[in-house]
């Protein structure tokens, strides 16, 4: 059997003790666990749905339009050099007034939800560039440890998804005490994967993502920031109802029909460059 085989055997076993609530899990599913963490049954097992209800529970894009409006965030149509999808975080569109962390916070899961459906990404898993100009004393006082943790749960090992790189840009003094609280929650090898590059962050960029997958805004050649932020909202509202049905599932494992399937990644780009 080969070792995708095998880790399959071992994961469902493992998972049907631990849930037996649940008797059903597809091999879909638990693959995606697998192949981001490298075929470790004891790693996949981990599922940060569990210890966080209150916000995986939340995934409706609709509920946070606003906030996407704003172009807060997107997933850039091309993969990076490695197969890696690339997502931007524009921490200055989101009003602390008007949003909570943890809405704010929904929507990474909304969208790591989404792309963890894609082979290659469970296999390259993602980079991402969290543009911290604008942050304030505001957006850092929703930053508690309890959402810290949450927040460093994911960006470790419960959820399936591979964080390759995490960039740092515009990041201030502001930023400082909450990146503080944050780093020590992180293992190691997601701390030596953190990059800062301050203002000056166009010319570092460039050392780690090729001119055709950055948007200008960034130092790249790629489609406008604000065309692919909304392109990427409206592939979450296209997602609405697979999310729903995710958030309500007691593991989120669920059938994606055909029908369902969302435009495909060679499409999209295509349609960015042309418009």
């Known amino acids: 059997m080969e070792p995708l085989g095998r880790g399959l055997v071992g994961l469902r076993r493992r998972a049907l003790q631990e849930l037996a609530s649940v008797r059903i899990f597809s091999d879909q599913f638990l693959t995606k666990f ?137 990041e201030p003094m502001f930023f400082r005490p909450v990146f503080a609280m944050i780093r020590p929650l992180l293992p190691d090898k997601i701390r030596k994967r953190i990059h800062m590059h301050g203002a000056d962050f166009k010319d570092t960029l460039s050392d780690f993502f090729s001119p055709s997958v950055l948007p200008p805004e960034y130092g790249g050649e790629g489609p406008g920031i604000e065309g692919v932020c909304q392109a990427w909202t409206n592939k979450l509202l296209q997602s609405e109802t697979v999310l729903q049905q995710i958030a309500t599932h007691p593991t989120g494992d669920i059938t994606i029909p055909p029908e369902d399937c969302w435009i495909s990644e060679t499409v999209e780009a295509e349609q960015l460059l042309e418009g």
Not at 48 to 76: F, Q
Not at 86 to 96: A, C, E, N
Not at 116 to 124: C, D, F, I, K, V
Not at 146 to 167: G, M, N
Request: net charge positive.
């Open 34 to 170: 697998l192949r981001a963490r490298d075929l470790d049954v004891e790693l996949s097992l981990k599922r940060w749905r569990r210890e966080s209800p209150e916000i995986s529970r939340c995934l409706s894009p609709s509920s946070v339009l606003g906030l996407l409006n704003t172009t807060y965030h997107a997933v850039l149509p091309q993969r990076d050099h490695s197969g890696s999808r690339v997502l931007i975080y524009r921490i200055g569109q989101w009003d602390p007034k008007d949003w909570l962390a943890f809405q704010v916070f929904s929507v990474s899961l909304m969208t790591s939800e989404i792309i963890s459906m894609e082979t290659e990404t469970q296999t390259q898993g993602l980079k991402a560039i969290f543009d911290l100009q604008g942050w304030s004393l505001g957006h850092a006082l929703q930053v508690n440890p309890s959402l810290a943790r949450k927040i460093s749960s994911v960006l470790s090992d419960s959820f399936p998804l591979k964080v390759r790189d995490i960039h740092l840009v515009n």
